[in-house]
């Protein structure tokens, strides 16, 4: 499962690469490093557009995309906090 599924679905208790599969054996990521890159690349471009629209709809005197603007940087904010804490947390193999 990707990283863009992932967010669709939810935030997950643990990373995707310290995950138990069903079998009992760990989960292993096909890249676990260019997929960080390419998930936080997103996630800031997701934050930023959202702080973008936020500071817009601001501007226009429209509520609706000041909320939604807010609502994607919020969002995205904390999946940048949550890949921070995945790339921080010490692998135990």
Known sequence: MGVIEEWMMGAFSTSPQRAIARSGEPAVAKSPRSS???ARIVAWLIFLGGVVGAILG???LRVEITV???ILACTAGL???KLRAD???PESR
């Open 87 to 89: 790339a921080a947390a």
């Open 58 to 60: 601001i501007a226009g």
């Open 68 to 70: 939604a603007g807010l």
């Open 36 to 38: 960080a890159i390419l």
């Open 79 to 81: 999946i940048l906090l």
